[in-house]
């Protein structure tokens, strides 16, 4: 099952009101399970260079069913995924992407975030994400 469009709006919601929190203005993109874009918000005085990220972090979070703090970990040099970044048409490895999992424990999108430091990317991904689904992917096979 891909996110639907009222579960995006409500992510991009939450995610919104977290950036507001931290004072913050953000650019917003979820994307369904295959990496299309399904809505975009892009906050009064984000930066523009932060639209591009934002969906590069929700498609990078999506194809590889983890957070893009968790693939950045793994890309620095000596480690496996080192230079990852460039496939896929160019891809973010860095926190502010995070997986949307539906309740039968399948993903069905992602969120990506940016406009602000990585710590506050994560928070306002994450609070997105909470709002419509859980996190953190169960055991393979997860992929739809």
């Known amino acids: 099952m891909h996110v639907t469009i009222e579960q995006a709006e409500t992510a991009i919601t939450a995610a919104k009101a977290?950036?507001?929190?931290l004072g913050t203005q953000m650019c917003i993109a979820v994307v369904d399970s295959g990496g299309n874009l399904k809505a975009f918000y892009r906050?009064?005085?984000?930066?523009?260079?932060s639209i591009d990220i934002a969906q590069k972090k929700a498609k990078t979070s999506v194809?590889?069913?983890?957070?893009?703090?968790?693939?950045?970990a793994l890309s620095q040099p000596g480690k496996p995924l080192y230079g990852i970044?460039?496939?896929?048409e160019?891809?973010?490895?860095?926190?502010?992407?995070?997986?949307?999992?539906?309740a039968d424990g399948k993903m069905s999108g992602a969120i990506g975030v940016s406009g602000s430091t990585v710590e506050d990317d994560h928070a306002v991904a994450e609070a997105g994400a909470s709002a419509i689904g859980k996190t953190a992917l169960p055991a393979h096979p997860w992929r739809t």
């Open 85 to 88: 970044e460039h496939s896929n």
């Open 63 to 72: 194809f590889f069913g983890m957070m893009t703090g968790q693939i950045g």
């Open 43 to 49: 906050m009064d005085g984000a930066w523009v260079g």
């Open 18 to 21: 977290k950036a507001t929190e």
């Open 90 to 102: 160019g891809l973010i490895t860095f926190p502010g992407g995070i997986p949307i999992v539906d």
